[in-house]
């Protein structure tokens, strides 16, 4: 009879590994590759007119309390199109840090910084795991390139980290049941994968906007 039992324990734990191992497999599978990381070649199709108003700048940084004097950091700045729009919003006693991992990106955002007289904007040139922000952030933005980080968790550690207490974390990407700009369908995420991977790092979900014509933003908290 405890043969029996102890083979029953057995039993159960190589069934709760095999489903530990099942979870896992398809969180992978549920997540695709990253992305290739944006060409700086093609800054210019970042640009289009219309930008301003399907991307909603403004409401965004409302969402994620982004006042005079603020200190936030655009990750995955690119050619700098919101890092601009936050300088303007914090004002010359607020900080920006225009974050990414391409040279040609930081060297573009430099030139576009010094060519609109603002000098609250410090870039930074973070890795791959690690964008190298400093701490206590009252905000921190990633827009249109969530699908492109190759270490998505530790990367929100990171982030979860360089966060003030009161801080939020705002990401904005493309949905994928609605057609418009943005990249092909299968190089989106559904924002359950992205809700999933801050859940790891120790994030908890605060918010998850839908008024964006395109796209989604979920705003996390420590």
């Known amino acids: 009879m405890l043969a029996g ?3 029953g324990v057995t039993m159960v734990v190589v069934a709760g590994a ?11 599978q549920q997540r695709a590759p990253p992305g290739r990381l944006f060409p700086p070649e093609k800054l210019g199709e ?12 403004d409401r965004i940084m409302d969402e994620l309390g982004i006042a005079d004097g603020a200190r936030v950091a655009d990750v995955g700045a690119g050619g700098g199109w919101f890092t601009v729009r936050l300088a303007r919003r914090v004002g010359p006693n607020g900080r920006v840090f225009a974050e990414d991992i ?11 910084v010094e060519r609109e007289g603002l000098r609250n904007v410090e ?15 009252d905000a921190v933005l990633i827009v249109d390139t969530y699908p492109q980080i190759e270490t998505p968790v ?21 949905r994928k049941d609605v057609y418009g700009p943005g990249p092909d369908m ?19 979900l605060h918010a ?11 705003v996390f908290t420590r």
């Open 102 to 112: 391409q040279r040609q990106m930081i060297d573009s955002i430099n030139r576009r």
């Open 18 to 28: 095999l489903c530990a191992w099942a979870s896992a497999t398809s969180a992978q």
């Open 186 to 204: 299968e190089e989106r995420l559904e924002p359950e994968i992205i809700i999933r991977d801050a859940k790891l790092a120790g994030l908890r």
């Open 46 to 57: 970042l640009e289009g007119p219309d930008r301003d108003e399907w991307q909603e700048p």
């Open 123 to 137: 870039t930074v040139q973070g890795t791959a795991v690690d964008p190298r922000l400093p701490d206590n952030l």
């Open 154 to 174: 530790s990367m929100l550690k990171h982030l979860a980290k360089s966060l003030a207490p009161n801080g939020r974390l705002g990401i904005v990407d493309f």
């Open 5 to 7: 039992v102890r083979g």
């Open 208 to 218: 998850h906007h839908t008024f964006l014509r395109y796209q989604y933003l979920l």
